[in-house]
């Protein structure tokens, strides 16, 4: 079975600054990794993925992540914030084979202020 | 751009009503999933499909049934809605391999 922890629950920064929200995982399998990002009254909108290869992720809106497979972490960072960035943000992680059922964290809130 | 849709995306009902969420996806995709959001944001899995006629229960225990008659189509049942199961529901598809998940808007379920 998989878990995910995501570290902090509230992210209040002020615009234009740099913001990294963390994501901690545990898993007996291998795993894929995901960033979603969910704006308010909406669905979830996958901002970035791990599926193989380099372990430093580019996805949508200027974020990033980082694949640490020794300390099982898959953090999300942007070096300058903007206020349209105010959202919840979900790490998950999936199994590669079978269902593939996605395992979420708790959420983080982002808010941006001016 | 994904194309799944979910109606209603708001509905208030009373205790003991029967109601049906409508999830539909036009990308053809085999797997579809069913999520449950609590008001602290956190989602739990709590059904989902490799096709048509599989279902199977996620991982959070739910009162509700679904079906899959049709490969596009994947509708959450509540036979008598409680207010315990006010929530937020959404669905998800996926195509096969899963590379990523696709999410509908949701719906927002409120029982009184």
């Known amino acids: 079975a998989q878990s995910v922890t995501q570290l902090d629950s509230q992210v209040p920064v002020f615009e234009e600054a740099p913001v990294e929200l963390r994501c901690n995982y545990s898993?007996?399998?291998?795993?894929?990794l995901f960033w979603y990002v969910q704006y308010p009254n909406q669905g979830l909108q996958l901002l970035l993925k791990?599926?193989?290869?380099?372990?430093l992720v580019k996805g949508i809106n200027g974020f990033e992540a980082e694949f640490n497979k020794s300390q099982t972490s898959f953090h999300l960072r942007k070096p300058s914030v903007h206020i349209s960035d105010t959202a919840e943000y979900f790490c998950?992680?999936?199994?590669?084979?079978?269902?593939?059922?996605?395992?979420f964290g708790q959420g983080t809130r982002l808010t941006i202020n001016p | 751009e994904a194309d799944i849709y979910q109606t209603p995306r708001y509905l208030v009902i009373g205790t003991g009503k029967k109601i049906t969420l409508e999830c539909s996806q036009t990308?053809?995709?085999?797997?579809m999933y069913w999520y449950q959001q609590d008001p602290g944001m956190e989602l739990h899995l709590i059904h989902y499909?490799?096709?048509?006629?599989?279902?199977e229960k996620g991982d959070l225990s739910s009162e509700s049934t679904v079906s899959r008659i049709r490969t596009e189509h994947f509708p959450l049942t509540l036979e008598s809605a409680r207010p315990s199961h006010t929530s937020q529901y959404l669905c998800?598809?996926?195509?096969?391999?899963?590379?990523?998940?696709?999410f509908g808007p949701g719906t927002r379920l409120t029982v009184t």
């Open positions: 898993s007996s399998v291998s795993v894929y």
């Open positions: 990308m053809g995709h085999d797997k």
């Open positions: 998800a598809s996926a195509p096969d391999p899963v590379y990523e998940q696709y």
């Open positions: 499909s490799y096709g048509v006629n599989s279902t």
């Open positions: 791990y599926l193989s290869g380099s372990t």
């Open positions: 998950a992680v999936s199994e590669i084979q079978g269902a593939q059922k996605l395992v």
